[in-house]
């Protein structure tokens, strides 16, 4: 009986040793330690300007000085941004150090400060592991096993922190460079302005969110500059995104946090920084989605009515005054009509992400087509 007990015991030992190995993101590599490189030697995707304070950042260092404090520590989050390069390796670790170890009730860890990573096959971006975070610095192996062959890597940083240190482990015997494949394009990015959703709340991990979905379907860049509870039409992201050069179409989707007031004083001159620098690229507006909670809410209902009808009189009024290439998306079916698409009833799950895409992304094409061929477009 007590050779039956210690039996089990140890059972119960190495069920409990396997748990917290499995639980704390690691997973162990074939060979020796990894040869380690420094990730600020790739091409990094996704930045709107180069001249950040750190590197895994998406507004320039002025921008400190002249930009509202809450949009300046957001914009340090590195949601968007993505390293890309090429390895022979049989396996890819990395290790990062997050900027602030952020955490939040309503989204994954993985979401908030993990990383993502992405392999190229037959044409198209297929994901192949997540960093799950357990500390301010983490070291995890994100795929291996794999037979030694050249592929093409685009590792996704945190939505909801930044990133001060990442280092990419291959291989002794590997190879690791710059990719060869330019995917996705860097021509003619996308620019996209917005609120947190569009930060990536509350996707389950970074590659979900809606902007990096968009960048892997289209095969282009796309700039995030959304900022949680601050995409209040700042004159400041307004000259931002203006400076970007030859951007292909800029996406405002603002308006779950814009009031109808902001809208109607803002909005105009917001715009026109856009089309004094750009004349000819297209604008798209996005409308304020019908939330879940709106069904039952009677007040909140009401105000994104108001947002709505604001931006749709912005829009018409710019329309009217004979401005070209503007495109308008409704807030009908953005997210699907079931209320199954947020976590809180705000913020979009990956169900919510990928229904939004379907949604936005063929009017972005639309836009990119005509302006593309030299024709004049509008909805």
Known sequence: ??????????VVCLLAYILIFLSSGYIP?????????????????????????????RLPASFREVGREPVWNLGRNSAGLAVRFRSDSPFIRVRWTSMSGNTMNHMTETGVRGLDLYILANGAWRFAGVGRPVGKTTD???????DRQEREYMLYLSLYDGVDSLYIGVDEDAFIGDPEVQLPDRRHPVVMYGTSILQGGCASRPGMAYTNIIGR????EVMNLGFSGNA?????????????EEPGVFVL????????????????RFFRILRDAHPDVPVIFIEDPQFPHSYFDRAISREISRKNAAQRALYEKLSGSG?????????????????????????????????????????????????????????
């Open 1 to 10: 009986m007590s050779k039956c007990r210690a039996e089990c015991g140890n």
């Open 29 to 57: 590599v074939a060979a020796g330690e990894p040869v380690w490189h420094d990730a600020a030697r790739f091409p990094l995707y996704g930045q709107a300007a180069d001249s950040t304070l750190t590197r895994y950042e």
């Open 140 to 146: 995890a192996v994100l795929v291996g096993g794999m």
């Open 217 to 220: 379907r289209l095969g282009r």
């Open 232 to 244: 209040l039409l700042d004159f400041e992201i307004a000259e931002l995104m203006a400076s970007v």
């Open 253 to 268: 989707d603002y308006v779950p946090n814009a009031s109808a007031e902001q809208i109607g004083e803002k909005g105009e």
């Open 323 to 379: 401005e070209k290439h503007l495109y308008y998306i409704a807030s009908e079916e953005l997210i699907g009509s079931d209320g199954e698409a947020t976590v809180d009833g705000i913020h979009f799950t990956d169900l919510g992400m990928v229904r939004y895409v379907d949604c936005v992304l063929p009017v972005i094409v639309e836009a990119l087509s005509n302006i593309e061929n030299n024709t004049s477009g509008g909805r």
